[in-house]
């Protein structure tokens, strides 16, 4: 019998442990590698400039490595259940594989195709290569149901067997065993399509400071795995540089596949015994991989992941609704450089550091403006290159207190703790060249500068530069009050005590909510079961300990722990 294999290509952009294109090749006598893209949904999706651009990059990266295996990637446009059928019938096709995605809306997706597939004859072949663990075997170990908390799933994942060995790159003798059909007007009918075909303006948009694709990916892999690399791990230095772009960042690799999760695991793995004398490594040294992992894990049963309404597992809070001021967050426009800079960066190059990510989440949700995580996390997904319908909504659910992390009274203070990391300011001067010229002292506060020197600077606040759109320190106690009623309200609904590590706060003004503004949540019995499990287990597990910081009038939080936070990305 005849096997004509297509494989698809979503995430797992890349030749090296691909096991599902492996399985395409498998006694194939065609392969034919497809991506499936509708130009419609370019134009009408919640996703920007730069990850469009480092998609493209990918798909193009992809097709040079299949040129010099006598192969092409076939980009075709359109939407899966109306592309399949008709390559099914053109191609001959009797067999069909893809990465497996956990995700609720990628497994509907894929249960459509391999139903439409079963129907045309087609053979399906799934596997799995973008998470290092099957999910399903974590949540049968717990129970059949996901692990809410990080100690928990650590727990689980320990009585595991290690990870799969990443699968050897596909090879020239494998694609000349089964050669690929490609016609000569195959750029015409499948070549990876330019941003300008999709709709987007490239004039004014500057070069990509992460350059998408493969072989990107491996090149930053050699730089990032080193023996300094596992030297320096234990004791990361933050400072300014750690919040620039680093040629040896990992993240949106992760993201799209170009890099396999088990290729850096095992990496990480054999450079640390090789480094130990054949120790085997802690737990801790994958600890960015395995957050990752933990939130696939929350999220792959819970459709609602994404929202607050419907989400048994997050908690409903009376988040305000202020599009103005969310406009100003997103835009860079708060008035506070340290917050702005770190937008600016994010909508210029697509990638902030875990800190910055931190910052910006605290100040927009429940440190400052008391808006929903759900309209921050909408704005990373249009810009962040990294973000993923997951690790980005449970991330979002963290920081704002709403899932998993229960310590509202850590605030991050968007100047102590720029000032902390960036004592001169050079980040802000990067970022905001407005503020350039304010000497050290004033580039944290522009607003308390003298007008003199605002003014022999070129840039007077309230007209060059916005004024700060609020007071932080009232704003913030007043916000650490609310989130305190609503913990309150929910500890009383269930019976439990949730507040007594809410530490005593003295504020320096008499300041309250009133009681009016503070509705009961809507809880209801599933979300509050889920809810209450992943929170007692949370007193000890956040991402930082360092929030707020000197310069602030507000109250003392505690300043150490900057450097283990267990929610690092791959970046550094």
Not at 57 to 62: G, I, R
Not at 512 to 525: T, Y
Not at 546 to 569: E, F, I, T, V, Y
Request: net charge positive.
């Amino acid at each position: 019998m005849v096997v004509n294999s297509v494989h698809w290509f979503r995430k797992g952009l890349r030749l090296h442990d691909n096991p599902a294109l492996q399985e395409a090749l498998d006694g194939a006598d065609t392969v034919r590698c497809v991506y499936v893209l509708d130009p419609w949904f370019a134009g009408s999706a919640n996703v920007g400039f730069n990850r469009w651009r480092f998609l493209l990059e990918s798909l193009e990266d992809l097709d040079s490595s299949l040129r010099r295996l006598n192969s092409r990637l076939f980009v075709v446009r359109g939407q899966p259940t109306d592309v399949f059928p008709r390559l099914f019938k053109e191609w001959n096709v009797t067999r069909l594989t893809f990465e497996y995605d956990s995700e609720p809306y990628g497994k509907e997706r894929d249960n459509a195709i391999i139903k439409m597939a079963r129907n045309f004859g087609v053979e399906t072949r799934v596997r799995n290569s973008h998470t290092l663990y099957k999910l399903e075997r974590i949540i049968e170990l717990n129970n059949n149901s996901p692990p809410l908390s990080f100690k928990r799933f650590q727990a689980l994942i320990q009585r595991l067997e290690l990870p799969k060995r990443p699968l050897q790159t596909v090879t020239a003798e494998q694609m000349d065993s089964c050669p690929t059909p490609v016609a000569a007007n195959h750029d015409e009918l499948y070549s990876v399509p330019s941003l300008e075909e999709l709709g987007f303006k490239t004039t004014d948009q500057g070069q990509a400071v992460w350059k998408g694709g493969e072989t990107e990916a491996l090149q930053r892999l050699h730089r990032h795995v080193s023996k300094e690399w596992v030297g320096n791990y234990w004791k990361p230095r933050i400072n300014v540089c750690t919040l620039m772009a680093s040629p040896s960042g990992l993240s949106p690799y992760l993201r799209f596949g170009c890099l396999s999760c088990r290729t850096l695991y095992y990496r990480l793995r054999e450079l640390y015994m090789k480094a130990y004398q054949h120790t085997p490594p802690p737990l801790t040294l994958f600890t960015q991989l395995l957050w990752r992992e933990f939130f696939y894990t929350a999220a792959t049963h819970n459709p609602t992941f994404d929202r607050m309404t419907g989400n048994p597992i997050c908690m409903q809070i009376p988040w305000d609704k202020n599009p103005e001021a969310l406009a100003k967050w997103a835009e860079g426009r708060t008035g506070f450089p340290w917050i702005d800079a770190i937008m600016t960066q994010l909508r210029q190059e697509g990638w902030i550091h875990h800190l910055a990510r931190h910052a910006v989440a605290c100040f927009l949700t429940r440190g400052d403006l008391w808006i929903s995580w759900e309209s921050g996390m909408k704005v990373f997904e249009e810009m962040l290159l990294d973000a993923d319908w997951s690790v980005n909504a449970g991330s979002w659910m963290w920081l704002s207190c709403s899932s998993f992390f229960q310590q509202f009274f850590h605030c991050y203070c968007p100047v102590g703790f720029a000032r902390r990391i960036d004592p001169s300011g050079h980040y802000i001067r990067k970022y905001i060249p407005k503020l350039k010229d304010y000497p050290n002292r004033y580039i944290h506060e522009p607003w308390k500068a003298p007008e003199s020197v605002q003014r022999g600077c070129n840039c007077v606040v309230g007209v060059d530069y916005p004024m700060p759109m609020v007071n932080h320190a009232e704003t913030s106690r007043l916000n650490i009050e609310r989130m305190k009623q609503v913990y309150q309200q929910f500890s009383h609904y269930k019976g439990l005590s949730l507040l007594e590590v809410v530490p005593v706060i003295r504020e320096q003004t008499e300041s309250s909510v009133p009681k009016s503004s503070m509705s009961h949540p809507s809880c209801n019995d599933a979300m509050a079961s889920s809810l209450c499990l992943a929170l007692s287990h949370r007193k000890r597990e956040r991402p930082i300990d360092l929030h707020c910081s000197q310069g602030c009038s507000q109250p003392k939080m505690q300043c150490a722990g900057l450097d283990r936070d267990p929610n690092r990305p791959l970046q550094q």
